[in-house]
Every structure is written in C-alpha cells, then in structure tokens.
C-alpha cells in the first residue's frame, strides 16, 4: 500500500490557524521600506495550506486569484467547502506537491506562500517544490517562506530526535497520536530527572520540553513528530532557493527591520562592516539566536530610486485596527521588552483613532501642520508604521474599488464561519474586505455579530442569543477559574462582555466592514 502521508502527521487534523503573513498585501510596506519594488499580485499560489483558513480568507478579501494544495483529503474538503461558500474561485485541491505542479491548468503566480511547511517536509519534496516555482513564479514575483532554522533550534535538535523515537518505538499505535505524544513528554521528564550531562550543557531544553507540554496537541503533533523535521541554516535555505533564480529580499516579520529592538551597537556596528546580504543575515541569525525565519525571495528584484522610494511610501494607506486606549507602547524584540516613545507613537496613534484608512503622506501632513509635533521626521513614521504593523495594531488598507469588490465575498464568508462559532470555538477569525485578508474575532464577539445581522439590537439582546445557543449545548462560562451555573450568572456575563464589545470592538470591525 502506498503511503500518502509521505511520512507527514495525518492521524489528526492540523488547527484552523490564520497566518497574516501569508497575505500578499503585507509585501508592499516591507518591499518599499526595503528600497524594492513591490509586486502587483493577481495571482497566487499557498502551498500546504493546512485547514485553508488563510487561502480562504485571503481568496475572499481580495481580487487575487488564489491556487494551493494541502495533502490532506479531509482538510482541503473543508478549504473547498469555504471556497464554495465565499464563491471566490479559489482552486484548491488535495494534491501531493509533485502532483499539483505537473497540472496544467495552474497560471503562473505573482505570489507564493509556505508557512510552516518547508522544515517538516524531505528533501525530495524540497526538490518539488523549488521546481515548481522555477516554473510557476513570474518575473518580479515574489516567495514568502517560514522555516525552522539555526542556531536557535540547534540544542532541540536531538530532543525532538528522541521524542519521536520514543513514539515510533515504545508508543501504541492504537493508543492514537496524542497519547503517543504525552507518553513521549512524560519520557523527556523521567530524562531530564535523571540529569543527564546533555540536560546540563543544554539548560534551556527543560523550559522547552515544559512549554510543549502547555501547547495543543493537534499543532505539537504536526510541530514535532513528523519523519521529517530539518530546522535549516539561512544560507542553506539560500542555496536551494538559487536554482529557481530567486534572491532574498527582505523579512517578512517587520519588527527585524527595527534594528534598535534586535541588536546591540557592538551588533550592529559588526554586520553593518559585512558587505555580503547574504553571509550578514547568517550572521545575524546568531546575534538573535534565530529560532524561525518568515522570509520574502523575489525572482528579479529591482531596486527603487531615493524619489520612487519616497513616493510610494507616502501613498501606503493604514488603518489602526485597535481601540486606541488597547494599544500599548511596548514591544519585544530579540533584546527583550522595549518602551516606544509616547512623544512619537501618541500623535500618530491620535491621528489614527477614528479608524479610518490614512496614507502615510497625509499622517506626515496632519504631523506637520501640529506645532508639537512638527519636528517629528517622516523616518519616525514609517518606523511607527512598521512596529505597529508588526504588532497587528496598524494593518494595510486595500484600494476602495478592491474593498468594494471583495464585500459580498467576504459577507458570505462572514455568515458561515459565524455559524459555525454558534458550537465551535476553533474558527476564531473573520474576512475583511479593507486589508484583504483575516481578522482575529473570538467565538462569543463572532455570535454577538449574528445576533446583530439578525435583528437583535441590543447587548442584552445579544447575551440573550447567546445564551440560547450555550444552553442547547449544556455549555456554561468560566469566569476566573469557576463555572458559572445559574441562568441568571451566566446572562450577567455575557450582558457585561457583550456590552464590552459594542463599546471596543464592534467599531473596530465596522471600520474593517465586517461588521
């Protein structure tokens, strides 16, 4: 019998995770901060799209025709059931690599994504995959990757060798993944105990061990206990990549352009004497201790002039997707928490506050024509825009006519995975047509919007709704640690948190025409 997992977790079904990186309109900010020319995406392609949240919720917030493939016969039913919903077009199949790069019927892409994909496949599948975007990307086009690397996994690596061990050697198959899995973890425990010398030259692997045992076994299942699992060195990744001609362009975590939060003077004065892109990003993988790269590779970069550059910053359009009392002025990078300055994120979050969709130009316009905040440079706003974009705060707008075009894809969209919230929590993000792709909205907000599209006008109304569905179910709220058992507790709740969202995040997710 032929084994189509090709030695990939299929024994349980990986999360109804949502991947904002993935969404073709981030590339535009970190391309022009990063002096390159953007592309102008209508095609894509995501391949191992998992559940097929971020291919749906992307195919339905926008014009880009989306393509992509997942393994999983039961996970790509259920992206096509979505597909079929928002009527967005997307094609996507339940295809091996090899098998979806020799269709016919695949355009080329402007656009291709990998999350979390390349470090838990073989090489011969790597082979596929650089092959197909030989082929399939355009000139100009653009690659998002995310990969495991080193140095920062470089201490796990044997751990996860022996987890997996364990499981294929001393695990039930009948007891099914997860226990396989905790009956793994509970061996590294009994390791460590034993305070093994690899244990004492590697302390930090105990943490980890811990932190794994915290995390949902679906994503620990396909992090960790695949066959294959390479956490691979950039310059590795570089060399694979060269084949299909393409050249790293920029991170696609927008917080590593923020050097001041990720290094220090001796770093930075140390990779800015290395005249290699390349051999300096290696290098600063070890500044870092680099765990995980999210990555954009053009095919055929060019370069913007000073002027172009300028230009086209100017014309990024944002919008704060936050309540401006939430956001706050911290941030983490590589070196740990900073503080950002209220002299300069206070005035651009204020001019944001209304929600509505402002260029950068006219932020530096509405700036200067403030006698206190005049001084404040357009460098200092395009720094605001990208850690507040790195933050979720800030999120790219889409051009009018594409925001107007994608609104009835994104409602269908909207009403069915609302639906769906009414007895599942695991669907926690809606389609928004302004930045084109998903937004974080947890099961009781998503059902306060149903109760809303259905006539119900008021919060009370909505814990009402709410309730009624909970207790068909027999579910009760928790609240601090304790079940809340009465009728009359579990109203007050829901009245109080419903009341919250009207007043918070309801205006928000208007301002996203969600809502």
């Given at each position: 019998m032929t084994d189509w997992t090709a030695g990939y977790v299929a024994?349980?079904?990986y999360t109804y995770g949502y991947y904002t990186e993935l969404n073709p309109l981030r590339v535009r900010l970190a391309f022009l901060n990063a002096g390159l020319v953007p592309p102008e995406v209508g095609s894509a392609c995501e391949l191992g799209f998992g559940q097929g949240m971020s291919a749906n919720l992307h195919a339905a917030a926008s014009v880009v025709q989306w393509s992509g493939t997942d393994f999983n016969p039961a996970q790509a039913a259920f992206a096509q059931e979505l597909a079929r919903v928002a009527e967005s077009g997307a094609q996507l199949f339940d295809e091996a690599f090899d098998q979806f790069g020799a269709r016919a019927d695949l355009p080329e892409f402007d656009y291709i994504g990998l999350h979390g994909i390349w470090?838990?496949?073989s090489d011969e599948n790597r082979a596929v995959i650089v092959d197909f975007i030989r082929r399939k990307l355009k000139v100009g086009g653009v690659l998002y990757i995310s990969y495991n690397t080193q140095p920062g996994w470089a201490a796990m690596v044997p751990m996860r060798d022996l987890l997996t061990e364990h499981a294929?050697?001393?695990g039930s198959d009948g007891a099914g993944i997860v226990s396989r899995i905790?009956?793994?973890l509970n061996f590294a425990d009994q390791l460590l105990a034993a305070n093994p010398a690899y244990a004492r030259a590697n302390p930090q692997i105990a943490e980890r061990i811990k932190?794994?045992?915290g995390q949902n076994r679906h994503y620990v299942a396909h992090e960790y206990f695949n066959r294959d699992w390479q956490p691979m060195a950039f310059a590795q990744m570089g060399r694979w990549l060269q084949s299909a001609k393409l050249t790293w362009a920029c991170s696609a975590n927008y917080l590593d352009a923020i050097d001041a939060v990720n290094l220090t003077a001796e770093q930075q004065t140390l990779l800015a004497s290395i005249p290699d892109p390349m051999f300096r990003q290696t290098t600063r993988d070890f500044c870092v201790n680099q765990q995980f790269r999210k990555d954009y590779w053009v095919k055929g970069g060019r370069t913007l002039t000073a002027l172009e550059q300028a230009e086209a910053l100017r014309g990024q359009r944002i919008l704060l997707a936050q309540p401006r009392a939430d956001v706050g002025l911290k941030v983490t990078g590589s070196l740990g928490e900073a503080t950002l300055q209220?002299?300069?994120?206070?005035?651009?979050?204020?001019?944001?506050?209304d929600h509505k969709p402002k260029t950068l130009g006219q932020l530096e316009h509405a700036l200067k024509a403030t006698p206190s905040t005049q001084s404040l440079s357009f460098a200092q706003i395009l720094q605001a825009a990208m850690v507040l974009s790195a933050t979720g705060a800030v999120q790219a707008v889409q051009d009018d006519a594409v925001?107007?075009?994608a609104k009835k894809r994104t409602d269908r969209l909207n009403v069915y995975l609302m639906t769906k919230a009414r007895s599942s929590n695991e669907l926690s993000y809606l389609a928004s047509p302004v930045t084109g792709g998903g937004v974080t909205v947890p099961r009781f907000q998503q059902l306060f919007l149903l109760a809303k599209q259905q006539g119900h006008k008021q919060p009370q109304d909505w814990a009402s709704f709410v309730w009624n569905i909970l207790a068909l179910q027999n579910q009760r709220l928790v609240k601090d640690g304790k079940t809340l058992e009465s009728v009359e507790e579990n109203l007050a709740e829901l009245t109080a948190q419903a009341s919250e969202f009207a007043e918070k995040q309801l205006p928000?997710?208007?301002?996203?025409?969600i809502a």
């Open positions: 024994d349980i079904g470090s838990w496949i294929e050697v001393l905790d009956a793994a932190a794994i045992k209220e002299a300069v994120y206070g005035p651009i979050l204020d001019q944001l506050a925001v107007q075009k928000i997710l208007k301002a996203l025409q």
